[in-house]
T-cell receptor, first 114, second 116 residues
Framework: GAGVSQSPRYKVTKRGQDVALRCDPI?????LYWYRQALGQGPEFLTY????????KSGLPNDRFSAERPEGSISTLTIQRTEQRDSAMYRC????????????FGPGTRLLVL | AQSVSQHNHHVILSEAASLELGCNYS??????LFWYVQYPGQHLQLLLK??????LVKGIKGFEAEFIKSKFSFNLRKPSVQWSDTAEYFC??????????????FGSGTRLQVQP
């Protein structure tokens, strides 16, 4: 597609529910990144993939968070047993192969856990 | 851990005023440097980037930034701001490390408000 897309754009859920956030990167982009942004802060790294391989998950805050990219394109970030502190903007970015590692961001998913 | 600092959290300017937003990063070897902007209701967009070469880089909409290696800084500038520049600005850095990690480390952002 023309840009990175994310769905849903907004998600309201109750504490304890599981949520799945989806990211569809720019066509041909090999690398895909997930970030989380709290209000008033810059985005913070969660995890990233090259193709379908999860290269780094050091930013995932705990084992309730997981991500996958089974076919090397669309990625899903799953949060199990959501807590109020999980409320944030979740951003996805992708970058092309090669030396230019510029990351292009999607519109984000705003998650609110009640 | 590497870090990025943006010193100005909220800046208010009148139209036609000059802008300079500070960004400093922690030492860690070779870096790639970025400025992203988020206009109200929109997603993060790339303003400009520095990988190597001329330390003065020009981006979209009249913005420029200067990489000063000795000061670990990458300040964003614009000679004359417009009301449409009202947005939040983020400095971001990647460090070239043996681990191959390419994740961006962001500053906390600067909210720019331009008054007509």
């Amino acid at each position: 597609g023309a840009g990175v897309s994310q769905s849903p754009r907004y998600k309201v859920t109750k504490r304890g529910q599981d949520v799945a956030l989806r990211c569809d990167p720019i066509s041909g982009h090999v690398s895909l990144y997930w970030y989380r942004q709290a209000l008033g802060q810059g985005p913070e790294f969660l995890t990233y993939f090259n193709y379908e391989a999860q290269q780094d998950k050091s930013g995932l805050p705990n084992d309730r968070f997981s991500a996958e990219r089974p076919e090397g394109s669309i990625s899903t970030l799953t949060i199990q047993r959501t807590e109020q502190r999980d409320s944030a903007m979740y951003r996805c970015a992708s970058s092309a192969p090669g030396r230019d590692e510029t990351q292009y961001f999607g519109p984000g998913t705003r998650l609110l856990v009640l | 851990a590497q870090s990025v600092s943006q010193h100005n959290h909220h800046v208010i300017l009148s139209e036609a005023a000059s802008l300079e937003l500070g960004c400093n990063y922690s030492y860690g070897g070779t870096v790639n440097l970025f400025w992203y902007v988020q206009y109200p209701g929109q997603h993060l967009q790339l303003l400009l980037k520095y990988f190597s070469g001329d330390p003065l880089v020009k981006g979209i909409k009249g913005f420029e930034a200067e990489f000063i290696k000795s000061k670990f800084s990458f300040n964003l500038r614009k000679p004359s701001v417009q009301w449409s520049d009202t947005a939040e600005y983020f400095c971001a850095v990647t460090w070239h490390m043996d681990t191959g990690r390419r994740a961006l480390t962001f500053g906390s952002g600067t909210r720019l408000q331009v008054q007509p």
